[in-house]
């Protein structure tokens, strides 16, 4: 029979186990409310959770004199697929969400999980480019008699957020600010558009004839003109090819009188375009650019155009002929994922570029390249297309003595620190940016371009027992010690997490580490030793510190282990001597000998 005495021991054992391990469990599993949203650009917790910012938590009484630092000991962000998407508003005067988002019917669009559904016409569009213009608190933040200031329910908003909400106008997907709304009157009269007969509105006899058409191509061509943006708003058929749009008879739609063209001549679509495209009046309506035309006719394209040239671009190379798209269509064929590829429809093309003594693996060179596997493969479209650098309508290639300036309207910090350098001034001979890092085919930066001879490596121009190979290897070192500590830095935390152990103040701190490190990469190109040296001793000597301080944390977390289990195992000695001592002392009461309790 099992005495009750055991059973308290075997219940106080439990418990006290549970309390051994309970620390454990909830350090590394602690109950913490998630953070529903990214870390990028919002590390100053306490600017919005302070004061509760544009409806953010207010934290508790109980977190009074808490450090930003702090937060992410305990809160961490929530796993990204899983997170509700932000609501692009502010809640002040739209509480009721299904009053504007009913589930079906009227009214704003229907809530549907998973999209974002706010009318774009709630939020002002951006009526500028956003190039060198990124921090829109820099001029909203007071206002002028030009510029809005931003309202009250706007306070502490960063930039960022501006875009969650606005956007620049009719370029909702695009990326890079080329195709802003910018009027500039063109060099030279506008082209005169042609005049045909006009019709009623929505009649188009051409599309019904020509969807309907016994001809394949013309009932293809009259389904591309249908989903066309031109379609959209009401550009027909006769506003490029002529005609009387309302006849009814092939002949009477053709007749002397009509402006009937037909196939536009090639050197004539750019003109053709222009009469629309170059007109202030016609675009003002669309905030759309009017001076393409100008550009197209200084482009390396429209002046050989102008030659006599029709081998060339012209717009409907770019933009279709019938299928013309908005340039934020994934379908378009100047979506910025798509632009490498309609280039490399005629820049590929060897039989067309041979007398141009052109190149034709450039496309495959940039899909390799790390601007390519950006775009193309991860759809960032931060990343560079052939536009980007090469321009759009006035496209012409760089030269080599502009590379640098081209580069640098993306790697800014980078290009300053180029511009102090030799290489920037010696001469035209010293190398650019792509004499390290290539044209299309740009590769992912490396220290290992210090080292050895091979093409694009220090050594290819300078002899590694030189003043400037040693200096090269003086770089490496340099570079290379303090990256090596961060990753050993890195390493060391990972092991402190895997064991339970809190390392949020370790990340912030590695995280200053890794801004010297990558300053230290972006001052490499000043070829100054000792401002590099100065940015990797910091990025060192913090991953060192981090590094002990995860090591620390591990050697903590085996001790307290250790400890437990000699106190686990103190406790079960103890209890096994106690069940002995009853079990001796059960045995000689049922044998009737007297117990001497002195």
Not at 144 to 150: A, C, N, Q, V
Not at 234 to 254: L, N, R
Not at 287 to 304: F, V
Request: aromatic residues 4%.
């Amino acid at each position: 029979m099992k005495s009750p005495i055991i059973r308290y021991f075997l219940l106080a054992l439990v418990i006290l186990l549970a309390a051994l391990f309970a620390p454990t469990f909830t350090t590394a599993q602690g109950p913490y409310p998630p953070i529903p949203h990214t870390l990028e650009e919002r590390q100053d917790c306490l600017r919005c959770h302070q004061t509760g910012t544009a409806g953010a938590t207010i934290i508790p009484d109980n977190h009074a004199g808490i450090r930003n630092d702090v937060c992410t000991i305990c809160h961490q962000p929530a796993d990204r697929a899983a997170m509700p998407l932000p609501i692009p508003h502010t809640l002040e005067g739209f509480e009721n969400c299904v009053a504007c988002h009913p589930a079906e019917g009227e009214g704003a669009p229907a809530f549907i999980p998973g999209e974002v559904t706010t009318p774009a016409d709630d939020y002002p569009p951006i009526p500028h480019k956003l190039e060198d213009r990124e921090d829109c608190l820099e001029c909203h933040r007071e206002g002028d008699e030009l510029t809005p200031k931003i309202p009250a329910d706007h306070e502490g908003l960063t930039s960022e957020a501006c875009r969650d909400c606005h956007q620049p106008i009719d370029m909702v997907a695009q990326p890079t600010p080329t195709a802003v709304a910018v009027v500039s009157i063109p060099v030279g009269p506008i082209p005169t558009p042609i005049v045909h007969p006009q019709a009623a509105r929505g009649v188009n006899v051409c599309y019904d004839c020509h969807s309907t058409a016994q001809d394949g191509n013309l009932v293809e061509d009259a389904d591309r003109w249908h989903r066309s943006i031109h379609a959209e708003r009401e550009v027909a058929c006769a506003d490029c090819h002529g005609g009387d749009p309302a006849a009814t008879t092939k002949e009477e739609a053709k007749a002397p009188g009509t402006g009937y063209v037909g196939v536009p001549a090639r050197v004539d679509i750019p003109a053709l375009c222009a009469s629309c495209h170059a007109d202030v009046s016609s675009m003002r309506q669309y905030d759309l650019p009017t001076d393409q035309y100008a550009k197209y006719q200084e482009s390396i394209h429209g002046l050989r155009l102008a030659e006599g040239d029709e081998n060339v671009a012209t717009c409907s190379d770019c933009h279709s002929g019938h299928l013309v798209l908005k340039a934020n269509d994934p379908a378009s064929s100047v979506y910025p994922a798509t632009v490498p590829e309609t280039c490399a429809g005629c820049h590929a093309d060897e039989v067309l570029m041979e007398p141009y003594h052109i190149p034709t693996n450039q496309f495959e060179l940039y899909k390799d390249s790390v601007h390519g596997h950006a775009l193309l493969d991860e759809q960032n479209f931060r990343a560079p297309n052939c536009a980007t650098c090469h321009g759009t309508h006035g496209a012409a290639p760089p030269g080599f003595e502009e590379v640098a300036n081209v580069c640098g309207s993306c790697h800014s910090a980078t290009q300053d620190y180029y511009l102090t350098s030799v290489h920037s001034s010696a001469s035209d001979k010293t190398p650019k940016c792509i004499t390290c890092h290539g044209r299309y085919d740009v590769t992912k930066p490396s220290e290992a371009l210090f080292l050895g001879d091979e093409d694009r490596h220090c050594g290819s121009c300078h002899e590694p027992d030189s003043r400037y190979g040693q200096a090269a290897q003086e770089l490496y070192n340099a570079i290379d010690g303090a990256a090596k500590a961060y990753e050993e830095a890195e390493t060391a935390i990972q092991v402190a997490r895997n064991v339970g152990m809190l390392v949020g103040p370790m990340e912030g701190r590695l995280r200053e580490a890794n801004t010297a490190l990558i300053t230290a990469r972006a001052a490499q190109h000043t070829l100054d030793l000792d401002l590099v040296n100065e940015r990797t001793v910091t990025a060192r000597e913090i991953s060192e510190e981090v590094a002990v301080s995860a090591e620390v944390a591990v050697a903590e977390s085996v001790f307290r282990r250790q400890a437990m289990i000699i106190a686990v195992a103190v406790i079960a000695l103890t209890v096994v001597a106690l069940y002995l001592l009853k079990r001796e002392l059960d045995r000689r009461l049922e044998a009737g000998e007297a117990v001497d309790d002195g």
